[in-house]
Structures are given as structure tokens and as C-alpha cells.
């Protein structure tokens, strides 16, 4: 089965539980998961001929949090084009913002720039909607590990 590490962005926690969800359902199926609260760009290297699945709030005005922005600036500023990556996203936010989802959405955009391959399409969950994004995020997730190899 395929290698996946979880790379999380979060502010109050959700972004973290539903990567906590996506690791006991990707487990589940048969895959090796790992999940990085903390990623930093040696764990990011190793999954590049992997998968990544990339799990992010939204703070601010659109905005990365603050424990994933500086692996975002790392991918941006020193990694460069990265073709041979396979990646998944989930975004999280709160549609009465103007930059809904703008944190997942600023990454989508840096990966396609890179050359990586988004495997399936990104979810984006609404807060306003959703009380329990681990709960809305169940059916993707699963859905997105059946396409892995």
C-alpha cells in the first residue's frame, strides 16, 4: 500500500482532527500514514515520491497558520519544481470570509505551479456548515485512498 504523510495546518485544532480522522481511515485501508503538526522540509522531502495530503485552516484574511506558513515559504522559496509529487488537500474555512478556504487554496495553487499532481479533487469544508469537519471530511477520505497506489 502507499506512504502518506499528513501535513497540518491549524489554529483551534480542527485541521488537526481531521488529519487525526484521515490517518485511523487511510490506516484503515492499508496504508502507512504519519501525520506532521510540525512539518518541516527533510519530512516533506521523503514523501515527494509518496503522497502528501495536505489539511489546512484558514486564519486571517485567507491566510496560513502559523505552524505550516513557514513549510509553505520552504516549498515556494527552495524546493521549486517537484514534479514526481502526488498530493491530496483538504481546506478548511468559514464562507462568510472573502478568502474562503484561502490557506488550502494558496497551496493547491503553489503545488500545480511545482508540478505536482493532485490525485482526486481538493474538499473544502465550510465551518458554517459543518460543526464536525472530521465527520464531513469521512467520505472523501476514504474515497481518496481507494485512488492511491
Not at 9 to 23: F, I, Q, R, S
Not at 108 to 123: H, N
Request: glycine share 10%.
Amino acid at each position: 500500500m502507499a506512504e502518506v504523510g499528513i501535513f497540518v495546518g491549524t489554529v483551534y485544532g480542527n485541521a488537526l482532527m481531521v488529519a487525526e480522522e484521515a490517518e485511523m481511515l487511510l490506516a484503515r485501508q492499508g496504508h502507512h500514514v504519519k501525520v506532521f503538526e510540525e512539518g518541516e522540509l527533510s519530512s516533506w522531502q521523503y514523501y515527494r515520491n509518496h503522497y502528501v495530503l495536505v489539511v489546512t485552516s484558514t486564519t486571517g484574511q485567507g491566510d496560513l497558520p502559523d505552524n505550516i506558513a513557514p513549510l509553505f515559504c520552504e516549498l515556494r522559496d527552495v524546493v521549486g519544481f517537484q514534479p514526481e509529487l502526488k498530493y491530496g488537500l483538504i481546506a478548511l474555512g468559514d464562507s462568510s470570509y472573502e478568502k474562503f478556504c484561502g490557506a488550502g487554496k494558496q497551496f493547491d495553487a503553489l503545488l500545480q505551479e511545482q508540478g505536482a499532481t493532485r490525485v482526486g479533487k481538493s474538499l473544502e469544508i465550510d465551518s458554517t456548515v459543518d460543526m464536525e469537519p472530521e465527520k464531513a471530511a469521512a467520505g472523501w477520505i476514504e474515497a481518496w485512498g481507494h485512488l492511491l497506489k
